[in-house]
């Protein structure tokens, strides 16, 4: 594979398909160099997380529970069009979509040394890491028969690049609308 060696390489039917495994935290900068290798060479990746969902707790005053998205995570959120793949076992993964999610900024007022009344708050505030996981609502889907070569345009995240990537991602539309 000239210089590349993915955790798992094969071909799906007449498809060459590298399975990258993330366990730990990586290297945004190493995720898109990877990926920018693997289609250079012609090959659909799909980064695959070891977790077979991922670790929520309850927020604060909330009902739902709430994922903290690393950087890493929502940069591969951002490069399979909001999803990411949790192994459950075989062949099989679970996409996820991470909704937003905001938080309440209580109201407060005070006043300066000059006399001005201020006050803010009083409205909720998207965050960055934190992210209400939405699980796709069927069942588990098969690498081989649930899923296809897409192409995906080159973009940004933050402040990276996301080159022209070939991805192995699911055939389904976004279940989150």
């Known amino acids: 594979m000239k210089g590349v060696r993915p955790d798992v390489s094969l071909y799906i039917g007449k498809t060459p398909v590298a399975i990258e495994i993330q366990k730990n935290r990586i290297d945004i900068d190493y995720i898109i160099q990877r990926t920018e290798r693997h289609a250079n060479l012609g090959i659909y ?16 005053g909330e009902q739902e529970d709430i ?28 996409p996820y979509h991470f909704k937003t999610f905001s938080t ?31 699980p796709f609502p069927g069942p588990i889907l ?3 028969e649930d899923f296809s070569a897409k192409m995906c345009r080159p973009s940004r995240f933050e402040s990276y690049a996301i080159p022209q990537s070939k991805l192995w991602m699911d055939k389904n539309s976004a279940w989150w609308r």
């Open 45 to 60: 990746v799909i980064w695959i997380l070891t977790d077979d969902k991922p670790k929520t707790f309850l927020h604060e």
């Open 104 to 134: 309440w900024v209580e109201e407060s007022e005070w006043y300066e040394d000059n006399g001005e009344h201020r006050q803010e708050g009083g409205f909720y505030r998207e965050t960055k890491t934190l992210k209400i996981p939405m």
């Open 142 to 144: 098969h690498l081989a």
């Open 67 to 94: 994922y903290r998205i690393k950087k890493w995570e929502a940069c591969l959120h951002e490069m399979y069009f909001e999803r990411l793949y949790y192994w459950r076992k075989e062949a099989y993964v679970m």
